[in-house]
């Protein structure tokens, strides 16, 4: 008799869907991952089965709604580990720009009935509301750190999935800093590594997509943008992105925004 393989479930709330497709963008290393689990529960690539328990649960997008809220505490209940993935569930995501303003006035605005629309006043990350056991960070998530995720899960061990900034990256890429050699305001030195560099290597700004990284000190960094001319509004807009509601990003407009240079309202802690 064959040991029962561990199973696994995907699922998702408010997102774009993206960290699901670059699951399945893995092509082959998925047909591997599928001969050592039970790929039980995955809307986006077919398998539907949400009775009984699960060994590992990916989630990903945030928490935006009471049904929301409701529905992420079931399926904690229902499985073994919780794993969050992508900038959605990790810190909010790009909708968590709704923290910073008026909910009911968006809703005016977009919706012809408005008064339909059963919505919380806030995005939060998976971990706002249940316990995670861990989380991999992106927008979307980096395909080969999601398999190792898995693996490692499966076999029981941490899985090894770097901290670093996003600088370390360049330097090993010999990526010449935009930041010194332009003078541009870059996320990099705060933002944890992953995205292999993209933006830099096209002479772009990092715009944090895979969150922060541990003990980011973007207060300094803020303080010397704005010692290099670039003003609070441009520094909000580049922080309030795909992770501006993470822990390490969300209270530097505090000091971005003294002398009343951004009117937005600040959220709470």
């Not at 709604?65 to 990790?90: F, K, N």
């Not at 960094?221 to 992105?241: A, C, F």
């Not at 992770?243 to 000091?255: H, I, M, S």
Request: with cysteine; aromatic share 8%; proline share 6%.
């Amino acid at each position: 008799m064959h040991p029962q393989k561990p199973r696994l479930a995907v699922f998702k709330f408010a997102s774009c869907d993206g960290c699901q497709l670059s699951l399945l963008d893995c092509e082959d290393e998925l047909l591997t991952v599928a001969e050592q689990v039970e790929i039980a529960y995955f809307l986006e690539a077919g398998p539907a089965d949400s009775s009984g328990y699960y060994d590992v649960g990916l989630v990903e997008g945030s928490i935006s709604t009471p049904h929301d809220a409701e529905r992420i505490r079931a399926i904690r209940a229902q499985c073994r580990y919780l794993v969050t993935i992508g900038a959605c569930a990790t810190a909010g995501g790009i909708q968590a720009l709704r923290n910073w303003g008026d909910v009911e006035e968006f809703a005016q605005h977009v919706y012809a009935r408005p008064e339909y629309v059963r919505t919380l006043a806030t995005s939060t990350p998976i971990a706002d509301h249940v316990k995670v056991d861990f989380e991999l960070r992106g927008c979307p998530v980096n395909k080969h750190q999601l398999l190792e995720l898995i693996a490692a899960l499966v076999w029981g061990r941490t899985p090894r999935v770097p901290r670093q900034s996003v600088c370390v990256e360049c330097k090993r890429r010999q990526v010449v800093c935009v930041a010194v050699a332009k003078g541009v305001a870059c996320l990099g030195p705060v933002t944890q590594i992953g995205c292999e560099v993209i933006c830099p290597q096209y002479d772009r700004e990092c715009f944090g997509c895979f969150g922060p990284k541990e003990y980011p000190n973007l207060i300094s960094l803020g303080r010397r943008y704005q010692r290099d001319g670039h003003d609070n509004g441009h520094l909000t807009r580049l922080v309030r992105s795909f992770n501006g509601y993470a822990p390490g990003f969300r209270t530097v407009e505090k000091v971005l925004a003294k002398n009343n240079h951004s009117s937005s309202p600040q959220p709470s802690e």
